[in-house]
């Protein structure tokens, strides 16, 4: 993903060492206190009764929208996790070296919305088969995953993944390459990053869905 087009060249195919990932930084990078479409706050504390989760599906600015479009979402945030670099920047973060993925946090409503139906979006608005790419967006950083704030958060994507592979292998996709992990740091992508698509109406958005729906309500998910 880029300013001006998808990245289409250059991205890493595998996830990097642990050992060679770049050092960061200790100083987290300043976001704006409000967010751009919403009003609501960008970063804790979040207003109460929300929940938060993390999800990746490529390139985060289209990302971003899916979810904030969402009834019952309350703010929502672009930035890094899954890797190993503190406070990494974008384009660190485009070099592979950091092994995070790009990443939106989204805060939502438990009493208007569910977990499970945010994993309705995100299966639904990417195709998740495409291993470290999605669509031109080639790299590591594209890759497809989940990170779980809680067992139950995981053990929903989990039972989600299952139940879409079977969706997708009966319309003849191959296997889901969706990383299910527990949520490490999200660490906030920069200022002109956040609801980029809202600021930039024409801006790029790689993202396509592979026209599957995604069930709630099917193999322990709520309804």
Known sequence: MGSFGSRTAGGRAQMVDPARALAGRQAATAVPERHLVLGSPLVPPFPEGTEHAIFAMGCFWGAERKFWQTDGVVTTAVGYSGGFTPNPTYEEVCTGLTGHAEAV?????????SYEELLAVFFEGHDPTQGMRQGN????????????????????????????????????????????EPAGPFYYAEPYHQQY????PNGYCGLGGTGVACPVGVAGLGG
């Not at 946090?105 to 919305?113: E, G, M, N, P, Q």
């Not at 994507?157 to 079977?166: D, H, K, L, P």
Request: contains cysteine.
């Open 197 to 200: 698509l809202a600021a930039n």
């Open 137 to 180: 967006d080639v790299g590591t950083q594209y890759r497809s995953a989940v990170y779980g704030v809680s067992d139950v958060q995981l053990a929903a994507a989990r039972a989600a993944r299952a139940t879409y592979q079977e969706r997708l292998s009966a319309a003849g996709f191959g296997l889901v390459t969706t990383e299910i």
């Open 105 to 113: 946090l989204c805060v939502f409503d438990a009493s208007k919305t």
